[in-house]
């Protein structure tokens, strides 16, 4: 009996001791996986006086971010809750100013030595960014076009959508987006809009995942917002989803445009209203030109850029529904290193050229410089505006109803419209005058 309990209590021991072993085995087996960067971090949503630094690790851990005017740092943001996607805020910031910034997990350093710049405000004389769009493919000619921009160093980034192809799945966020942009992400802010083949998976879900972004609409939703960056207004789009006159979208997009105090603005969305290329006759632009194009024309939008075709394309000023107006210049920049399409010309047109390319603006003060370069770092157009020589932006109240791209027919039929209505009724009064006389 007592030789029979005391195997008992040695088979208790032996299988607690094993308990032990294996958890102390577990614990070990993590404490030696090294904790590293799944994703570098990266700059997100950066106004005059705030900024999102984001990154992913290969395993759950706690985060840091230690800032400063120089590499001493002096400020801290952190949360201890362990996750293995991060993403902290730096308040307190001043505009237009550097920061030097360093990324820890667990105590441990990820990575330090960047820096950033803060948004500017609207009393800075200079700002720049880049433009480009339809890139997701990582190819050799999309990392060549994101080495011209790494070599122009923007204060910041659009992306007219398509950001990762073939169906925006989130495993490809990696290989065809942030591996690629890696060393301007990580001081250089990206504003999106999302493209048709961002919609492709989960309704654009690791789109949303995957960027930090204003969601200062009604829907709040990260899909359509708007900053300020200098002296100008940026506004994102998405024509995915409902645009028209009545929707969230368009009512909140009119009072941006109405409600705006900067010098500039620019409007930046996938699908273009006008296009020479493969695109030109699909059903689900002229919606868009009929729609939208009256607003920008309207209220003065300088430049609005878009994707979906794969090379560049430069309007002239269009005033299709605001004839007096100062018309409205339209950019497709979608050779970000997908498969290029052949270039169009059309009555439009200022310039088009099927080639790898970003487009990179400068303003200074009243004046707008932008430039399309190849992806080799040669020059492909150019284009300045001048605001110092326009007349001012005066917004109608009324919105005319024209065929868009038929201004002249429109006043036209207005005239004769007119006409009929003026004959028929000196007709009736003559008519009543003859019968009376009878």
């Known amino acids: 009996m007592a ?11 032996a299988a607690l001791l094993l308990v032990i072993g294996v958890a102390l085995g577990l614990s070990q087996g993590h404490a030696q996986t090294p904790l590293v960067l799944s994703r570098y971090p990266y700059i997100q949503s950066p106004t005059t006086s705030s900024v999102v630094i984001a990154w992913d690790t290969n395993r759950a851990a706690t985060s840091r971010v230690d800032y ?36 820890e997990g667990d105590g441990a350093t990820l990575m330090g030595g960047e820096s950033f710049r803060s948004a500017k405000g609207p009393d800075a004389a200079n700002v720049s960014f ?88 009604p829907d709040g939703t990260e899909r359509y917002y708007s900053f300020d960056y200098g002296d100008a207004r940026f506004i994102a789009l998405d024509v995915e989803t409902d645009y028209a006159p009545g929707s969230p979208q368009y009512t909140w997009l009119e009072q941006q445009l109405r409600d705006r105090q900067a010098l500039w603005t620019f409007v930046f969305f996938h699908k273009p209203p006008y296009t020479s290329s493969s ?8 919606p868009i030109r009929q729609h939208l194009s009256p607003l920008f024309e309207r209220y003065g939008v300088d430049v609005v850029f878009n994707g979906h075709d794969h090379d560049y394309e430069r309007t ?8 007096d107006g100062k018309g409205v210049a339209y950019v497709v920049s979608g050779g970000g290193g997908a498969r290029l399409y052949e270039a169009g010309q059309s009555s439009f047109t200022a310039y088009s050229e099927s080639a790898f390319h970003a487009v990179f603006v400068a ?25 110092s ?14 065929i868009p791209g038929s201004s002249a027919l429109g006043l ?14 000196s007709y009736y009064l003559f008519g009543r005058r003859r019968a009376r006389a009878g």
């Open 68 to 103: 400063g005017l120089t590499p001493d740092f002096g400020l801290w943001v952190a949360s201890d809750v362990p996750a293995t996607r991060h993403a902290l805020t730096l308040t307190g910031l001043s505009a237009g100013t550097r920061y030097w910034y360093r990324v």
């Open 389 to 402: 020589t326009e007349a001012p932006v005066v917004t109608p109240v009324p919105t005319p109803v024209l």
């Open 130 to 217: 880049a433009v480009l769009g339809d890139s997701g493919s990582g190819s050799p000619d999309q990392v060549a076009v994101a080495q011209q921009m790494l070599k122009h160093a923007p204060d910041f980034v659009l992306h007219t959508g398509d950001v990762v192809y073939d169906r925006g799945e989130a495993e490809n966020y990696g290989p065809r987006f942030f591996d690629i942009y890696r060393d301007i992400l990580k001081s250089t802010a990206f504003f999106p809009s999302l493209g048709n083949h961002d919609y492709g998976t989960d309704n654009g879900q690791p789109y949303l995942d995957a960027f930090y972004l204003p969601a200062n609409n």
């Open 363 to 387: 303003i200074d003060g009243p004046v707008l410089s932008l430039q399309a370069i190849r992806a080799d770092g040669t020059l492909m157009d150019s284009y300045v505006l001048d605001r």
């Open 279 to 286: 695109h030109k006759n699909d059903a689900d632009l002229p």
């Open 3 to 13: 030789g029979q309990r005391r195997g008992v209590r040695t088979g208790l021991l």
């Open 412 to 425: 036209w039929v207005l005239a004769f419209l007119i006409l009929a209505a003026f004959v028929a009724a």
């Open 316 to 323: 002239v000023p269009i005033r299709d529904f605001y004839p």
